[in-house]
C-alpha cells in the first residue's frame, strides 16, 4: 500500500459544480495533514492544513477520519480558477512531507 | 518578508556531468527541504537542513548531497547525472514551530532536463 493515496484523475467539472477528492494514507501516527495546491509548472502553494476533525475556509472543506486514514477535500460552487493539481500531504518523521500523486482538476465553462 | 528562491530556473545538462541547485530560504525560515518532481507525479523528499545540518534523508542515492549555510540557504548537488535525475527540483523552507507537522513554502523551482 502506497503511504499517501489519492483519486486518481482528472476531474473535469462544470463551473458551479460541487466536487470532492479522497487521499487515504498508511501512518495511523499521522497527527496533521495537508491539502497543496499545484498549478501547471508551477510550485505546490499550501491551501489547508487540517490538525483535528476537519477545516473550512469559504467554498472548501477539508475532512478528516482518523479510523478510516482518509482525508477529503470538498469544493464548492466550482470556479474555472479552481483548475489546478490538488495534493494530500502527510507529515512523516525526519522532516518529510509525503505527497500524494495529486489529482487534476479541471472546471470547465 | 521575502520568499524562497531557486535559481537557475531551467537548466539542460548531460548524462554523467555534475549539478549544482541553489536556494534562499524565506526569511525568518531556518529549515530547507528539497524535492523532486518527476512529470505527473507528486513531489519526493529528497532531504532537509536545519542548522547546517543534514536533519532527514529519502531514498535517495549517494550522488545527491546538499549543504545549509549560516545564513540558511542551501545547495543541492547531483553527481553522475542520468536520464531519470530530469524533473522539477523545488525547494522549500519552514519554521518548525509545530515540530515537523510545519507547512512548507515552496520555490518556483529548478526544471533540469539531462540529455
Known amino acids: 500500500r502506497k503511504e499517501v493515496e489519492q483519486d486518481p484523475g482528472p476531474f473535469n467539472v462544470p463551473e458551479g459544480a460541487t466536487v470532492a477528492f479522497n487521499c487515504t494514507y498508511s501512518n495511523s501516527a499521522s497527527q496533521s495533514f495537508f491539502w497543496y495546491r499545484q498549478d501547471c509548472r508551477k510550485e505546490p502553494k499550501l491551501l489547508m492544513s487540517?490538525?483535528?476533525s476537519g477545516n473550512e475556509d469559504g467554498r472548501f472543506t477539508a475532512q478528516l477520519n482518523r479510523a478510516s486514514q482518509y482525508i477529503s477535500l470538498l469544493i464548492r460552487d466550482s470556479k474555472l480558477s479552481d483548475s489546478a493539481t490538488y495534493l494530500c500531504?502527510?507529515?512523516?518523521?525526519?522532516?518529510?512531507?509525503?505527497f500524494g500523486q495529486g489529482t487534476e482538476l479541471s472546471v470547465k465553462p | 518578508e521575502t520568499g524562497v528562491t531557486q535559481s537557475p530556473t531551467h537548466l539542460i545538462k548531460t548524462r554523467g556531468q555534475q549539478v549544482t541547485l541553489r536556494c534562499s530560504s524565506q526569511s525568518g525560515h531556518n529549515t530547507v527541504s528539497w524535492y523532486q518532481q518527476a512529470l505527473g507525479q507528486g513531489p519526493q523528499f529528497i532531504f532537509q537542513?536545519?542548522?547546517?545540518?543534514?536533519?532527514g534523508r529519502g531514498n535517495f542515492p549517494p550522488r545527491f548531497s546538499g549543504l545549509q549555510f549560516p545564513n540558511y540557504s542551501s545547495e543541492l548537488n547531483v553527481n553522475a547525472l542520468e536520464l531519470d535525475d530530469s524533473a522539477l527540483y523545488l525547494c522549500a523552507s519552514s519554521k518548525p514551530d509545530r515540530g515537523w507537522n510545519s507547512p512548507l513554502h515552496f520555490g518556483n523551482g529548478t526544471r533540469l532536463t539531462v540529455t
Open positions: 500531504v502527510v507529515p512523516a518523521q525526519g522532516g518529510k512531507l509525503i
Open positions: 487540517v490538525y483535528s
Open positions: 537542513y536545519y542548522r547546517e545540518e543534514e536533519n
